[in-house]
């Protein structure tokens, strides 16, 4: 199984997600999984200073392990930021 994580930016600074945010969050997971593509995360940014972790802080349930999230963490390290899920 392939997996994949996706993010985007909110330019206001406020990284809440939104009612479309969780929406397309809900979809991109229902659509994927038909194909066998795991998500493991959807990240909100702000000039990648401010991060919020759908998988750490809302409702959507995403399987993941500590190899995928230490790979998360990883990538966030590349760009010089920290997450820490809360």
Do not use: Y
């Not at 229902?30 to 493991?40: P, T």
């Not at 702000?46 to 998988?55: D, E, T």
């Amino acid at each position: 199984m392939c997996s994949h994580d996706f993010a985007h930016n909110h330019p206001s600074g406020d990284v809440t997600p939104s009612t479309k945010d969780k929406m397309l969050t809900h979809k991109l997971d229902d659509l994927l999984s038909g194909i066998e593509v795991r998500v493991l995360d959807h990240l909100i940014h702000w000039l990648w200073r401010a991060f919020l972790s759908f998988r750490s802080r809302t409702n959507l349930v995403i399987s993941i392990d500590s190899l995928h999230l230490q790979r998360i963490n990883r990538w966030l390290a590349t760009l010089g930021k920290s997450h820490s899920p809360t």
